[in-house]
């Protein structure tokens, strides 16, 4: 009912702003000088979706981690055009090539969803060769929606436990053991289901950067942690559905 859709709505809101204030803590903390050693590399090309770059990018940016957007492959070399047209200008480029840019000096890289961008992220050598090569240094590598499909370029994680977008289950579920968690974490490897989880995603990251668990529950579990896109919209829109398919 509309009731419920409004108060799980509120208890979402409300969480985030708890959480969001958790991750802010004062400058004269403890903490904030260790948080701020933590790098993560978020990859962005054509294609990408807006939503899990840059909820991604604030939530860490956030929690003190120094976040760099690095361009990939793009037509315009000033800006990604993201899958909703939204227009993201990079920190970087990837291939950009001074004393000063080192790909491997980050203790994160993040693969963003969105169908094309995660086509071309798949087929680029230097791409997959920096998510082998964090793999193998036991870095963190974390692919969100459709992006999780790179990690299988990649060779990343075979056999282990992952989710993605459900419509590429079936390009996933003969290398992994496929989960439909919100988010999922198997020893370094990080995945989560799309746009409506990006919250929880970028949440575990945090913990899992920093070695402590965000807020009082855990992000992986709590309905609260989150606004599930697909569930708000569905009730805004009642024909919405992320595969572009009317609902009855």
């Known amino acids: 009912s509309i009731t419920r859709f409004r108060t799980a709505f509120i208890c979402d809101i409300k969480a985030l702003l708890s959480l969001f204030q ?3 803590p004062p400058s004269s ?9 933590k790098r993560a590399l978020v990859l962005i090309t054509d294609g990408a979706d807006e939503i899990q770059v840059t909820v991604t990018a604030n939530v860490l940016r956030r929690a003190n981690i120094n976040v760099v957007v690095a361009g990939v492959a793009l037509k315009n070399p000033a800006y990604a055009e993201c899958s909703r047209g939204v227009k993201i200008i990079p920190d970087i480029s990837f291939e950009h090539k001074t004393p000063d840019w080192d790909q491997n000096a980050f203790d994160c890289v993040v693969i963003p969803g969105g169908v094309e ?9 230097g791409v997959l060769r920096l998510l082998n090569d964090y793999n193998k240094a036991g870095k963190i ?5 459709v992006g999780t499909v790179i990690a299988l370029s990649a060779g990343v994680g ?8 459900p419509d590429v289950r079936g390009e996933l579920e003969n290398a992994y053991n496929y989960s439909e968690d919100r ?3 198997d020893g370094t490897l990080i995945t989560s289901r799309g746009a409506g989880s990006t919250f929880a995603f970028a949440m575990v990251i945090v913990e899992q950067l920093l070695g402590r668990q965000v807020g009082r529950f855990k992000v992986t579990r709590s309905r609260f942690v989150a606004l599930d896109i697909t569930y708000a919209m569905s009730y805004i829109t009642p024909s919405f559905s992320l595969t572009g398919r009317r609902r009855n």
Not at 158 to 165: A, C, E, F, R, V
């Open 22 to 24: 958790l991750l802010n």
């Open 29 to 37: 903390s403890a903490n904030t000088k260790n948080m701020s050693q």
């Open 117 to 125: 961008g995660a086509h071309t992220l798949s087929w680029l050598p």
């Open 141 to 145: 590598t974390a692919f969100i929606c």
């Open 158 to 165: 075979l056999g282990g436990n992952i989710t993605s977008h």
């Open 183 to 185: 988010v999922v974490v």
